[in-house]
């Protein structure tokens, strides 16, 4: 009795030593550098399609340094686009996040596609009025891009009510002259719609971009000369 008393002693303990070695052996949670916030995390009721981090994407498979489903940005530009979310909320509206902080390897792996000629899988979807050949010439791909200082922000209109995006006359990552958000070959409802979110965004401190009616960029970033190139995990 006293040595299968031992043994059955000995196989609790190896059990509970592995136990905690496992459990030490778990990864830690991701930490985000400092002066970053998770987006999903700080403003409640936004949405989040993170969609570089998936196949829904212009190149159509995920892209490097998306490692998960999260949109980061600076504090500062969070801050900002809390507010605009506050102030369409009083309308029933609110805001969707596609990217926010695009690491230089994601701009890298942009660039390395678009050299491909053969690799036009999202071309019917993305890109059907313009050749691949001519997307760095026209200013769709750049070897650098605001997105990794950390205050840029690509992002649509929703119905709080529903979730629904609002159409906005083309889809996010058009490659196409009436993604422009002057563009007057959209219908009356969608200038209305891109006016709107325009304006709000530039309320807060947001500058948008002439080419794309989704993306604005912290008007006072905190970070203008630096491109980060950690990961999203």
Do not use: C
């Amino acid at each position: 009795m006293k040595a299968l008393r031992y043994g059955i002693e000995s196989n609790v303990y190896r059990i509970s030593l592995l136990i905690l070695i496992l459990g030490f052996a778990r990864p830690a949670p991701a930490q985000i550098p400092d002066g970053f916030v998770d987006m999903g995390e700080f403003i409640a009721d936004v949405r989040i399609e993170a969609r570089y981090a998936g196949h829904g994407n212009f190149v159509g498979a995920p892209i490097d340094g998306y490692e998960a489903e999260k949109v980061l940005l600076t504090r500062e530009a969070a801050d900002a686009l809390l507010a605009v979310q506050i102030e369409l909320r009083q309308i029933g509206l609110g805001l969707k996040l596609f990217d926010g902080y695009r690491p230089q390897r994601a701009v890298d792996h942009f660039v390395r596609w678009a050299r491909d000629p053969e690799d036009d899988a999202m071309k019917s979807v993305y890109y059907p009025h313009v050749d691949k050949s001519e997307l760095f010439e026209q200013g769709y791909i750049a070897e650098q891009s605001g997105h990794s200082r950390g205050s840029a922000v690509d992002l649509t209109l929703v119905s709080l009510e529903t979730g629904d995006e609002l159409d906005m006359g083309t889809r996010w990552d058009f490659f196409d002259p009436r993604s422009a958000p002057a563009n007057q070959e959209v219908s009356p409802q969608h200038q209305a719609r891109r006016t709107l979110l325009q304006i709000t965004m530039m309320k807060h401190g947001f500058e948008p971009l002439a080419e794309e009616w989704w993306h604005f960029k912290l008007r006072d970033e905190p970070y203008p000369d630096t491109y980060f190139d950690f990961v999203i995990e």
